[in-house]
Each structure stands twice: as C-alpha cells, then as structure tokens.
C-alpha cells in the first residue's frame, strides 16, 4: 500500500484495517509531457465540463472527452502487482499513483512526497481521528494510509490515479464509495492473481527475500485474498508482465469509454 502531509481535508468516514502482510507501493515513474500539437493542427475544442461532477474532464482522444479513474489494484504478495503498476504508469502519460502516509522511518533515498508523507505518530492519529483517511492499515507496527484529500486532489486535476493497496484496503475505499458519489463515479477496482498456488510458491522463493516460515504464511495469506475476487470489478490472471501490462490498459480503455464517463465533444 510514499507520501506528504496535503492540507485542507474534508471529513470522511475513517476506514481501518489491521494485517501483518507487507503491503507493496507502486514506485513512481518520471513520465515526460506529452508533445504539443504541431502549429498547423486545427484547434480542438475545449471539453465540456459537466456541472454535476468535481472533475476536470481530459481529452482521450480527437473524439472523446472523460472522466478521471480511481484504479484500485490488490493481489496476493507475489502476484506481481508492483510490476504492473510500475509499466501501467509508464504507458499512461495522465495517470498517476497516490502517494500514501507511514509513520515508519524514511529509507534510505526515500524522499519525502515523492514516496511516501512521513508522518509522526500524533500527527498521523489526529488525521485518522478526523476521518481523512480513504484506507489505512498497521504493518509491522507502522500505520499506513491514503488520503482522501490526496486521491480527490489528483482526480479533480483531471488525472487518472492508481491505488496499489491489499484486499482490506480496496475493501474499506469501496466501502467510503458507497457513501461518496464523487470517489463511486471514480472507482475501478481490479484483482490480479496467478494461475496457480504452485506459481505463486515459485515467484516467491525467486525473489529470495523470505525464509520458508514467511513463504508458507504468504502463501496461507494468498489463499484468504484469492477468495475476495469477485468483490472486483475485474479479475486479470496473470501470465507474462507484456500480457497483464495489455490486458489491464484494455480494461482502462474500456472504462474511460463508458457512458457514465465519456462525454461527447461540443458539436457546433
């Protein structure tokens, strides 16, 4: 589930949940501006924004003008979220990730505001207690959590944001979205898991950061978070980082193009 203090939050319903499982962050990725339209390309006309909605709409293309997404992703640990997260970011110049608030000590070359809002642990209580909070979570004995103010900030922007959080965090933002239409309107909440437990085992052992007592509760976990899927929208098995990388932007593509969020360009 890298962050810094934003300001003026609204109230909202605190949403805890407690685990003991690393909660993975989808790192950063520097994305360039997306080169201006040549001088002799005809002006396209502005988006049309609609008066119900908060959020700036942005241009998909010549055609269509959307809304932005809140795209909450969970898998199990070793799933390969991270990885994904980290490609979908590079490919879509107007999506961002959110960054989160800890209140565990920075790491080495962690800066921050740009991986996570270092918080202490007063300040991070205050906020919980004031219901700023759209997830939060204590790994380890370090709270974790992100604020609404943070993913409401990005979206009426214009961006589209992603969310790299747990089954309970993605359960805790859908349950604030049923009280919130602007975070519902928003929300895409897809779940990404591996062919098989066999699969899941061999990745982790690949990575040669646990010892076999934490792989086997790993893998005790995953089974637990493998059977909220259908709680998602979307149900993305995973195969080789290009396949999962294609099929989550056809997933995105798809949803910007939905009728509750698409918009039709201002015909003269």
């Given at each position: 589930m890298k962050r810094k203090s934003p300001k003026g939050n609204k109230p909202a319903k605190a949403a805890s949940s407690a685990r003991q499982q690393t909660r993975p962050q989808a790192r950063q990725q520097s994305q360039r501006p997306a080169k201006p339209n040549s001088a002799s390309a005809s002006p396209k006309p502005a988006p049309r924004c609609d008066p119900a909605s908060n959020h700036a709409p942005r241009e998909q293309d010549d055609a269509i003008a959307t809304r932005p997404m809140l795209v909450v992703i969970s898998a199990p640990s070793g799933a390969g979220k991270t990885t994904l997260c980290e490609h979908t970011l590079l490919r879509r110049s107007n999506m961002t990730r959110a960054i989160t608030c800890t209140t565990r000590p920075p790491r080495e070359g962690e800066k921050d505001g740009v991986d996570y809002y270092f918080l202490d642990a007063g300040d991070f209580l205050k906020r919980l207690q004031a219901g700023n909070f759209l997830e939060n979570a204590?790994?380890?004995?370090?709270?974790?959590?992100?604020?609404?103010?943070?993913?409401?900030?990005?979206?009426?922007?214009?961006?589209?944001?992603?969310?790299?959080?747990?089954?309970?965090?993605?359960?805790?933002?859908?349950?604030?979205?049923?009280?919130?239409?602007?975070?519902?309107?928003?929300?895409?909440?897809?779940?990404?898991?591996?062919?098989?437990?066999?699969?899941?085992?061999?990745?982790?052992?690949?990575?040669?950061?646990?010892?076999?007592?934490?792989?086997?509760?790993?893998?005790?976990?995953?089974?637990?978070?493998?059977?909220?899927?259908?709680?998602?929208?979307?149900?993305?098995?995973s195969s080789s980082i290009d396949e999962d990388v294609r099929r989550l932007a056809a997933i995105l593509d798809a949803e910007q193009m939905r009728q509750a969020r698409a918009q039709l360009p201002a015909y003269e």
């Open positions: 204590t790994v380890y004995g370090n709270s974790y959590g992100t604020l609404k103010s943070e993913v409401l900030g990005k979206l009426r922007s214009g961006r589209d944001v992603l969310l790299n959080v747990d089954v309970q965090g993605a359960a805790a933002i859908r349950a604030h979205a049923a009280d919130d239409p602007e975070i519902r309107s928003a929300l895409v909440t897809v779940f990404l898991t591996v062919p098989s437990m066999g699969i899941l085992e061999h990745r982790l052992k690949k990575r040669g950061q646990d010892a076999p007592a934490v792989i086997a509760k790993r893998l005790s976990v995953a089974r637990q978070e493998i059977g909220q899927w259908k709680n998602f929208d979307y149900l993305l098995v």
